[in-house]
């Protein structure tokens, strides 16, 4: 590391701004629930990679998946990451005695917890579009041009007719 480099860190460390940030960010990091535990990886490239070495012959279920991203290697599993998988299989196990049409696992993973992205971020269930702002409003411009469109041709049509009625009243 540079002099230079050093010192905008200093610089960035002594600023208010990130002195206010800083524990904002550490009390959101404490809420999170079921720490992923993956290291720096993204869950979509670790989930490609524990598919192509642990599972090659066998399909992952996303129960599977959750706990691969969950699991670390030298403590297992955190005691709130245990309860939720406790519950998905209780869930599982529960529908097969009951001779019920068992759930898939991705349905039982929403069931349990409803508000979590994991099934998002893994890239097992598409995330579903936002109508924002933005997008209203490109929908609502294209829905005027295209009446713009029609109204045009519709004088347009009118002008033909009285152009046509016109050219017969001359002898």
């Known amino acids: 590391m540079t002099h230079e480099q050093w010192q905008a860190i200093e610089k960035m460390w002594s600023d208010p701004k990130h002195k206010e940030k800083c524990p904002k960010n550490k009390l959101n990091r404490e809420n999170v629930r079921y720490q ?13 990679v524990v598919k192509q070495t642990k599972y090659k012959d066998v399909s992952a279920t996303a129960i599977d998946l959750f706990k691969e991203c969950h ?22 196990d529960d529908l097969v005695q009951d001779g019920e049409e068992p759930k898939t696992h991705t349905e039982v993973i929403s069931q ?8 998002q971020n893994t890239g097992l269930e598409s995330a579903t579009p936002k109508r924002n702002g933005k997008a209203i409003v490109a929908a609502r411009v294209q829905e ?28």
């Open 144 to 171: 005027l041009q295209t009446e713009l469109e029609a109204e045009r041709q519709d004088a347009a049509n009118l002008r033909d007719k009285l152009d046509v009625s016109n050219m017969s009243w001359i002898p």
């Open 112 to 119: 349990v917890m409803p508000k979590s992205k994991f099934l």
């Open 36 to 48: 992923q535990r993956i290291g720096s990886r993204c869950y979509i490239a670790h989930c490609h």
């Open 71 to 92: 699991r670390s290697r030298k403590n297992g599993f955190s005691e709130p990451v245990k309860n939720i998988i406790a519950d998905m299989e209780a869930i599982i």
